[in-house]
């Protein structure tokens, strides 16, 4: 591996995955800088979500390489991001609904949360001082993308824009190094989306998360992203700043040679 693979929060090299008889990814080789806010575009069923699957440890990869922050993790195990420190938020907001904001939160602290089991059945104080600031961290997860009001509301009472944050708020609240965003805008009215694009833009400080964006509404990838991936039926068609990948020819023809309707969204 080079010496600048370090600088990248995720590398893949050559990487395939088969899903059933699907080539979903055809020997993806590509990198998201750490630090930076990236984002992973290209028309329905380019292979998006299973790249980001794969690099997760969600499918596995069938030949080739994932990297994170320098170490090979290919077929890592889902559980163990967190202890690398990376999160991630899914598509749609998978979200307990009867559980408030704040205890949706919490479970999205995996590090935080482990106290002993036996202390945690028992009621120790250890424990409860555990749980005390675990609601502490996840309360300021929430204050982090402008939810606080919202905190013991059950989900299910929430507009769905606003469980998408609490979502974001739960990616958040293990002070990740790297976060992966599958479609952080999606099913949002423009409004709702300024508001996600303002809570993402805030977290680009020094020191601030990675942030890895799967996202079709190109209007929130040029607000947001230094740099862009474009994969077209599992492969990269492109890679490089949004203004200019953006407008290149060959992306135009594969959004348009889908009928994609989002393409280059910007109403
Ligand atoms: N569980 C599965 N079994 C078989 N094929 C699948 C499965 N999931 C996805 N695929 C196929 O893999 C390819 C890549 O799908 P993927 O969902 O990764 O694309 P995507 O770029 O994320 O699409 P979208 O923007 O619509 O979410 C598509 O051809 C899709 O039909």
Redesign the pocket.
Do not use: D, E
């Given at each position: 591996m080079s010496a600048e693979a370090k600088n990248d929060a995720v590398r893949t090299e050559a990487l395939d995955v088969w899903?059933?008889g699907?080539h979903?990814v055809c020997g993806v080789t590509v990198a998201f800088a750490a630090g930076q806010t990236s984002g992973l575009v290209?028309p329905?069923?380019?292979?998006?979500?299973?790249?980001l699957n794969c690099v997760s440890g969600l499918v596995p990869a069938s030949s080739g390489e994932v990297y994170l922050y320098g170490d090979r993790t290919t077929g890592i195990k889902p559980h163990q991001l967190a202890l690398r420190r990376i999160s991630r938020s899914y598509?749609g907001a998978q979200l307990v609904r009867e559980l408030s904001a704040v205890d949706n939160v919490m479970v999205g602290d995996h590090v935080g949360l482990r106290t002993g089991l036996v202390s945690a059945a028992l009621g120790l104080p250890r424990a409860r001082r555990a749980e005390r600031a675990a609601r502490e961290r996840a309360l300021h997860a929430l204050e982090r993308v402008g939810l606080a009001q919202y905190a013991f509301r059950p989900v299910k009472e929430l507009p769905y824009g606003i469980q998408k944050r609490v979502d974001l708020a739960r990616a958040l609240v293990s002070d990740p190094r790297c976060i992966f965003l599958d479609e952080p805008a999606a099913g949002l009215s423009r409004a709702e989306k300024e508001e996600v694009v303002e809570v993402l833009a805030g977290l680009r400080v020094e020191g601030g998360p990675t942030l890895v964006v799967?996202e079709?509404d190109m209007r929130v990838i040029n607000q947001l992203c230094s740099d862009v991936v474009v994969?077209a039926a599992?492969a990269v068609l492109a890679a490089g700043p949004p203004e200019t990948v953006l407008n290149s020819p060959e992306v135009v023809a594969a959004y348009i040679g889908r009928g994609s309707k989002e393409q280059v969204e910007s109403e």
């Open positions: 899903l059933g699907t979903a290209g329905n069923g380019a292979g998006k979500s299973t790249l598509q799967v079709h994969l599992g």
